[in-house]
T-cell receptor
Protein backbone atom coordinates (compact mmCIF):
# COMPACT_ATOMS: atom_id res chain seq x y z
CA UNK A 1 0.00 0.00 0.00
CA UNK A 2 1.42 3.34 -1.04
CA UNK A 3 2.19 5.75 1.77
CA UNK A 4 3.33 9.34 1.37
CA UNK A 5 5.20 11.24 4.06
CA UNK A 6 6.16 14.88 4.16
CA UNK A 7 8.83 16.40 6.32
CA UNK A 8 8.83 18.79 8.08
CA UNK A 9 5.22 19.15 9.18
CA UNK A 10 5.74 22.86 9.74
CA UNK A 11 8.38 25.37 8.81
CA UNK A 12 8.90 29.02 9.65
CA UNK A 13 11.51 31.06 7.82
CA UNK A 14 12.39 34.72 7.34
CA UNK A 15 11.59 36.31 4.03
CA UNK A 16 14.20 35.80 1.33
CA UNK A 17 15.39 32.37 2.39
CA UNK A 18 15.65 29.48 0.00
CA UNK A 19 13.95 26.38 1.36
CA UNK A 20 13.35 22.73 0.63
CA UNK A 21 10.26 20.67 1.37
CA UNK A 22 10.57 16.92 1.36
CA UNK A 23 8.22 14.19 0.24
CA UNK A 24 8.83 10.45 0.37
CA UNK A 25 6.75 7.54 -0.90
CA UNK A 26 7.01 3.85 -0.15
CA UNK A 27 6.22 2.34 -3.56
CA UNK A 28 8.47 3.57 -6.35
CA UNK A 29 6.08 2.36 -9.06
CA UNK A 30 4.38 5.70 -9.53
CA UNK A 31 2.73 7.21 -12.58
CA UNK A 32 3.34 10.80 -11.56
CA UNK A 33 3.83 13.08 -8.59
CA UNK A 34 2.19 16.42 -8.04
CA UNK A 35 2.83 19.30 -5.67
CA UNK A 36 -0.08 21.45 -4.51
CA UNK A 37 -0.55 24.56 -2.48
CA UNK A 38 -3.49 24.93 -0.10
CA UNK A 39 -4.40 28.18 1.59
CA UNK A 40 -6.42 27.97 4.83
CA UNK A 41 -10.00 26.89 4.16
CA UNK A 42 -9.42 26.80 0.42
CA UNK A 43 -9.06 24.23 -2.30
CA UNK A 44 -5.86 23.02 -3.90
CA UNK A 45 -3.80 24.82 -6.48
CA UNK A 46 -1.58 22.66 -8.65
CA UNK A 47 2.03 23.85 -8.59
CA UNK A 48 4.05 21.27 -10.44
CA UNK A 49 3.43 17.89 -12.04
CA UNK A 50 6.31 15.48 -12.57
CA UNK A 51 5.78 12.43 -14.74
CA UNK A 52 7.50 9.23 -13.68
CA UNK A 53 9.97 9.55 -16.56
CA UNK A 54 11.02 13.06 -15.55
CA UNK A 55 13.54 14.13 -12.94
CA UNK A 56 12.46 17.70 -12.33
CA UNK A 57 10.07 20.47 -13.22
CA UNK A 58 10.41 24.21 -12.77
CA UNK A 59 7.93 27.03 -12.56
CA UNK A 60 9.17 30.47 -11.59
CA UNK A 61 10.76 30.28 -8.15
CA UNK A 62 9.65 26.69 -7.70
CA UNK A 63 11.61 23.61 -8.64
CA UNK A 64 10.50 20.07 -7.95
CA UNK A 65 12.73 17.05 -8.31
CA UNK A 66 11.86 13.38 -8.43
CA UNK A 67 14.05 10.41 -7.57
CA UNK A 68 11.78 7.46 -8.17
CA UNK A 69 14.28 4.79 -7.18
CA UNK A 70 14.74 6.24 -3.70
CA UNK A 71 11.09 7.22 -3.38
CA UNK A 72 11.72 10.92 -2.87
CA UNK A 73 10.72 14.28 -4.18
CA UNK A 74 11.74 17.75 -3.08
CA UNK A 75 10.11 21.10 -3.66
CA UNK A 76 12.61 23.93 -3.71
CA UNK A 77 11.33 27.46 -3.17
CA UNK A 78 13.77 30.22 -3.99
CA UNK A 79 13.77 33.64 -2.36
CA UNK A 80 10.70 32.96 -0.24
CA UNK A 81 8.07 35.64 0.22
CA UNK A 82 5.30 36.13 2.80
CA UNK A 83 2.82 35.31 0.06
CA UNK A 84 4.29 31.82 -0.12
CA UNK A 85 2.84 31.07 3.32
CA UNK A 86 0.49 28.12 2.89
CA UNK A 87 0.33 24.36 3.26
CA UNK A 88 2.16 22.44 0.58
CA UNK A 89 0.90 18.99 -0.28
CA UNK A 90 2.65 16.24 -2.19
CA UNK A 91 0.56 13.57 -3.90
CA UNK A 92 1.43 10.51 -5.95
CA UNK A 93 -0.56 8.60 -8.51
CA UNK A 94 0.21 4.95 -9.12
CA UNK A 95 -1.65 4.75 -12.43
CA UNK A 96 -3.24 6.94 -15.06
CA UNK A 97 -6.61 6.69 -13.31
CA UNK A 98 -6.07 10.00 -11.54
CA UNK A 99 -6.40 8.60 -8.05
CA UNK A 100 -4.03 10.43 -5.71
CA UNK A 101 -2.49 9.55 -2.37
CA UNK A 102 -1.56 12.60 -0.37
CA UNK A 103 1.07 13.35 2.21
CA UNK A 104 0.14 15.17 5.38
CA UNK A 105 1.50 18.44 4.09
CA UNK A 106 4.08 20.98 5.21
CA UNK A 107 2.72 24.22 6.61
CA UNK A 108 5.04 27.04 5.65
CA UNK A 109 5.16 30.45 7.26
CA UNK A 110 7.37 33.10 5.71
CA UNK A 111 7.89 36.03 8.04
CA UNK A 112 8.40 39.54 6.64
CA UNK B 1 -5.27 24.70 -15.99
CA UNK B 2 -8.83 23.45 -15.81
CA UNK B 3 -11.69 25.39 -14.26
CA UNK B 4 -13.63 23.59 -11.55
CA UNK B 5 -16.58 25.06 -9.71
CA UNK B 6 -17.73 23.60 -6.41
CA UNK B 7 -20.50 24.95 -4.24
CA UNK B 8 -21.51 25.76 -1.70
CA UNK B 9 -18.17 26.87 -0.28
CA UNK B 10 -19.51 26.43 3.22
CA UNK B 11 -22.68 25.13 4.80
CA UNK B 12 -23.99 24.74 8.33
CA UNK B 13 -26.76 22.25 8.86
CA UNK B 14 -28.63 20.63 11.69
CA UNK B 15 -27.93 17.07 12.69
CA UNK B 16 -30.13 14.64 10.78
CA UNK B 17 -30.56 16.76 7.68
CA UNK B 18 -29.04 16.14 4.25
CA UNK B 19 -26.65 18.37 2.37
CA UNK B 20 -25.88 18.36 -1.35
CA UNK B 21 -22.55 19.51 -2.71
CA UNK B 22 -22.18 20.21 -6.41
CA UNK B 23 -19.05 20.03 -8.53
CA UNK B 24 -18.79 21.19 -12.12
CA UNK B 25 -15.93 21.05 -14.58
CA UNK B 26 -16.49 24.19 -16.62
CA UNK B 27 -14.09 23.81 -19.52
CA UNK B 28 -13.52 20.09 -19.90
CA UNK B 29 -15.33 16.79 -19.72
CA UNK B 30 -14.51 14.66 -16.72
CA UNK B 31 -14.94 10.96 -17.25
CA UNK B 32 -13.98 10.37 -13.63
CA UNK B 33 -14.78 12.33 -10.49
CA UNK B 34 -12.94 11.91 -7.22
CA UNK B 35 -14.34 13.07 -3.91
CA UNK B 36 -11.94 13.71 -1.04
CA UNK B 37 -12.44 14.59 2.59
CA UNK B 38 -10.10 16.54 4.82
CA UNK B 39 -10.44 16.68 8.60
CA UNK B 40 -8.75 19.52 10.53
CA UNK B 41 -4.97 19.30 10.59
CA UNK B 42 -5.06 16.22 8.37
CA UNK B 43 -4.43 15.55 4.71
CA UNK B 44 -6.89 14.71 2.01
CA UNK B 45 -8.32 11.22 2.00
CA UNK B 46 -10.11 9.77 -0.99
CA UNK B 47 -13.73 8.92 -0.26
CA UNK B 48 -15.02 7.64 -3.56
CA UNK B 49 -14.48 7.46 -7.29
CA UNK B 50 -17.27 7.81 -9.80
CA UNK B 51 -17.43 7.42 -13.53
CA UNK B 52 -20.09 9.08 -15.61
CA UNK B 53 -23.19 6.94 -15.74
CA UNK B 54 -21.86 4.32 -13.35
CA UNK B 55 -22.15 3.62 -9.65
CA UNK B 56 -19.46 5.11 -7.47
CA UNK B 57 -16.70 3.05 -5.89
CA UNK B 58 -16.18 3.82 -2.23
CA UNK B 59 -12.99 3.55 -0.24
CA UNK B 60 -12.84 1.30 2.77
CA UNK B 61 -14.60 2.80 5.76
CA UNK B 62 -16.76 5.19 3.74
CA UNK B 63 -20.48 4.45 4.00
CA UNK B 64 -22.03 4.41 0.54
CA UNK B 65 -25.54 4.88 1.93
CA UNK B 66 -24.49 8.00 3.81
CA UNK B 67 -22.47 9.64 1.04
CA UNK B 68 -24.51 9.47 -2.15
CA UNK B 69 -22.65 10.33 -5.31
CA UNK B 70 -24.28 11.13 -8.61
CA UNK B 71 -22.23 11.60 -11.75
CA UNK B 72 -24.99 12.22 -14.23
CA UNK B 73 -22.95 13.99 -16.87
CA UNK B 74 -19.36 14.57 -17.89
CA UNK B 75 -19.40 18.03 -16.35
CA UNK B 76 -21.43 17.58 -13.17
CA UNK B 77 -21.19 15.44 -10.08
CA UNK B 78 -22.93 15.78 -6.75
CA UNK B 79 -22.17 14.47 -3.28
CA UNK B 80 -25.07 14.24 -0.85
CA UNK B 81 -24.34 13.76 2.81
CA UNK B 82 -27.47 12.11 4.16
CA UNK B 83 -28.61 12.30 7.78
CA UNK B 84 -25.56 14.33 8.65
CA UNK B 85 -24.04 14.09 12.12
CA UNK B 86 -21.42 16.26 13.82
CA UNK B 87 -18.71 13.73 13.01
CA UNK B 88 -19.38 14.35 9.31
CA UNK B 89 -18.18 17.92 9.76
CA UNK B 90 -15.25 18.22 7.43
CA UNK B 91 -13.86 19.84 4.29
CA UNK B 92 -15.11 18.07 1.17
CA UNK B 93 -13.39 18.63 -2.14
CA UNK B 94 -13.98 17.29 -5.61
CA UNK B 95 -11.46 16.50 -8.32
CA UNK B 96 -12.72 15.95 -11.86
CA UNK B 97 -10.28 14.02 -13.99
CA UNK B 98 -9.60 13.97 -17.69
CA UNK B 99 -8.31 10.73 -19.11
CA UNK B 100 -4.66 10.70 -20.18
CA UNK B 101 -3.99 14.24 -18.99
CA UNK B 102 -2.44 13.13 -15.73
CA UNK B 103 -2.69 16.44 -13.91
CA UNK B 104 -5.27 16.67 -11.16
CA UNK B 105 -7.48 19.71 -10.61
CA UNK B 106 -9.65 20.49 -7.64
CA UNK B 107 -12.72 22.41 -6.71
CA UNK B 108 -12.62 25.15 -4.09
CA UNK B 109 -13.91 22.79 -1.43
CA UNK B 110 -16.95 22.83 0.84
CA UNK B 111 -16.68 23.33 4.57
CA UNK B 112 -19.51 21.35 6.17
CA UNK B 113 -20.39 22.00 9.79
CA UNK B 114 -23.10 19.86 11.37
CA UNK B 115 -24.54 21.22 14.59
Amino acid sequence: KQEVTQIPAALSVPEGENLVLNCSFTDSAIYNLQWFRQDPGKGLTSLLLIQSSQREQTSGRLNASLDKSSGRSTLYIAASQPGDSATYLCAVSSSNTGKLIFGQGTTLQVKP
Amino acid sequence: GAVVSQHPSWVICKSGTSVKIECRSLDFQATTMFWYRQFPKQSLMLMATSNEGSKATYEQGVEKDKFLINHASLTLSTLTVTSAHPEDSSFYICSPYRDRVGEAFFGQGTRLTVV
